[in-house]
């Protein structure tokens, strides 16, 4: 465990602990405020975020920050977002079990430093790494659980609603959700 961002961000960026390491352009950390409450967790670079070295920055990316700023949350200021894994999958297939197990110290030790009040895990890769392994995430999207005092709650994943648009009222159904709770608890974020 690091207990400083420069030293997590310097050791994480030469991670060589799997496979992925030697297909990847960039290792993708995370973005946002450091200091914020609401942490995103999506599930992995793709190809957009290995180019750029940057979380959700392709067509979800975009789709992901208009809901974001429809409820006044911006990458730049009041929230942070990392992945499971942090190096692309190649062909954007699923990271793997032994993948994830690899990677995942690096996510615990970003979550230790942000400290978060909520996390909000994109998808279900996200969901069931996080939340619960069994989570069905067609059910269960919009619901929080709360464990060790953290509010945690799975979103579709923006790639599903580009896919489907039929899901966007129900995917900013989430943010709208996301919004209350926090109000409720960590209203701060909305004067970072
Ligand atoms: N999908 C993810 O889960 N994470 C990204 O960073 C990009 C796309």
Redesign the pocket.
């Known amino acids: 465990m690091f207990n400083n961002w420069e030293d997590l961000i310097a050791e994480c960026s030469k991670c060589q602990k799997c496979d992925l390491c030697k297909t990847r352009n960039n290792v993708?950390v995370g973005v946002g405020n450091k200091n914020a409450d609401v942490m995103f967790i999506?599930?992995?670079?793709?190809e957009n975020?290995d180019l750029q070295g940057e979380?959700?920055?392709?067509r979800?990316?975009q789709l992901l920050d208009k809901m974001l700023t429809a409820v006044d949350l911006d990458r730049k200021k009041n929230i942070y977002?990392a992945?499971i894994v942090k190096c692309r999958p190649p062909q954007n297939r699923d990271p793997k079990p032994e993948e994830q197990e690899m990677c995942i110290d690096w996510l615990r030790n970003q979550t230790k430093l942000i400290s978060p009040k909520i996390i909000v895990c994109?998808?279900r890769?996200?969901a069931a790494r996080i939340i619960k392994s069994d989570i069905k995430i067609t059910k269960e999207h919009g619901i929080f659980f709360e464990r060790n005092g953290i509010f945690m709650m799975a979103m579709l994943?923006?790639?599903a609603v580009l896919r489907d648009p039929r899901k966007r009222p129900e995917a900013f159904d989430d943010f709208l959700k996301l919004r209350e709770k926090i109000n409720e608890i960590c209203p701060d974020t909305y004067k970072m």
């Open positions: 993708v999506g599930e992995g670079p793709g975020e979380p959700f920055v392709g979800g990316g977002i992945n994109l998808g890769i996200a994943h923006p790639a």
